[in-house]
């Protein structure tokens, strides 16, 4: 691999390109009008211009990324997160026109996808499941048989869904019948596909994933957990590892579980699952993330180990650094926060602008993963996310302490931000006792 074509922007292009560079391979940027003047393009051997602002004009759009490797000479694509990272047919598109897609194989993405389909893989595996339906539900009328089966609360859920859309909870028959009606509705809207599952709805849950690597060798290991449980409306907002929840007896049953649904899917590169894990210790997949994520970076703080360097090796048909699971050690601890351009009073809502001040913090323990800078216009077509701010330290209160100390240190003028939240959470005394389940930020009263 001589030459990467990274299809994404903003931070996770820079984390790419600077993977890139410490394996000597180039790199080709791709940009839409809105992003001319961004740092990706700067920092990248080459650039190309690839549409107008909106999206489907440009990282969206397939053939224009794929004459933009083409013209390029780019041997490999990235597609970082997002945009068109789990689309089955972009991953398709590259190894149809002979690029390595730098990241498992379509069929792989195709299938966890599906989500009834992923569950079943995942069933075949050994890995528990939530009680629900095997596969699709074809009507109310079966929907309602599952539900007395398996009791009351259920949860429907969108065959095409994923991320929290298309889902309904109900409590009772009545709630049901209405709730698979509006669910089936939705998903037909959003997806295109009115397919519907069904599971037994977990009552506040923490949601804890697993990070994965596999190359084509036959290595899989797992990396340990991530504590993603402190979201609002399904995007997260704090990271961690490890989580206060998992202690090393459960962290080894879910690393085997996961270890064992990559190898029965054929899974090769980077990816995650997500568990839903209840406060009796039990857990159950939900989904497959066959990305590299946003908060990947609390999991290479802890292991040392460079995950997008990783997920470059694999797919130029390199084993893993480090293949056995025995090499593979987490210390201390790491916290990530994701800054974005929004006001957070205001219900989230997106404040694009320009950054007329800018003073990153630094020190002992202090990563920043970002691409903005002084005099740099935060765009309205994208995501708000400014900057990852992630702090390491010996133990859990070492590193919520740097990352408070950091978080002081950092200045933004120009857009609102969501530091104040961050502050509020971090000093909250359930964070500060690890006592976080997914209705956390509910109970903030930032949401309706
Ligand atoms: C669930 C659940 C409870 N029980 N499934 C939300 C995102 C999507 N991946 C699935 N989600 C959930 N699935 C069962 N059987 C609760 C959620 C859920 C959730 C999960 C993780 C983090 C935050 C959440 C917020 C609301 C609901």
Known sequence: MKKILIAN??????????????????????????????????????????????????????PRIIAAAEVTGADAIHPGYGFLAENPAFAEACEDNNFIFIGPPSGTIKKMGDKAEARKVMKEAGVPVTPGSDGVV??????????????????????????????????????????????KSEAQAAFGDNRLYI?????????????????????????????????????????????????????????????????????????????????????YFMEMNTRIQVEHTVTEMVTDIDLVSEQIRIAGGEPILTPKQNQIHMRGHSIEVRINAEDHTKGFTPRPG????????????????????????????????????????????????????????????GVPTTIPIHKEILKHPDFKEGKINTGFIKKLGYLP
């Open 138 to 183: 074809q009507d109310i009328k079966e929907g309602l048989t599952i539900a007395e089966k398996i009791k009351y609360p259920v949860i429907v859920k969108a065959v095409s869904g994923g991320g929290g859309r298309g889902m309904r909870i109900a409590k009772n028959e009545l709630e049901l019948k209405a709730g698979f009606r509006m669910a």
């Open 354 to 413: 320009t950054i007329n001040a800018l003073h990153f913090p630094g020190g002992p323990g202090i990563r920043i993963d970002s691409h903005i800078y002084q005099g740099y216009t935060v765009p309205p077509h994208y995501d708000s996310l400014l900057l990852k701010l992630i702090s390491h330290g010996t133990d859990r209160e070492h590193s919520r302490k740097r990352l408070l100390r950091a978080l002081d240190e950092l200045v933004i003028r």
């Open 9 to 62: 922007r903003g931070e996770i292009a820079l984390r790419i390109i600077r993977a890139a560079k410490d394996l000597r391979i180039n790199t080709v940027a791709v940009f839409s009008e809105a992003d001319e003047d961004s740092l990706h393009v700067c920092f990248a051997d080459e650039s190309v211009c690839i549409g107008k602002s909106p999206p489907n004009e440009s990282y969206l759009n397939i």
């Open 199 to 283: 599971e037994k709805f977990i009552e506040n849950p923490r949601h804890i994933e697993i990070q994965i690597l596999a190359d084509s060798f036959g290595n899989v290991i797992h990396l340990g957990e991530r504590e993603c449980s402190i979201q609002r409306r399904h995007q997260k907002l704090t990271e961690e590892s490890p989580s206060t929840a998992v202690d090393k007896k459960l962290r080894e049953a879910m690393g085997k579980a996961a270890v064992a649904g990559t190898r029965q899917l054929g899974y090769q590169s980077a990816g995650t699952f997500e568990f839903l894990l209840e406060t009796n210790g039990g857990f």
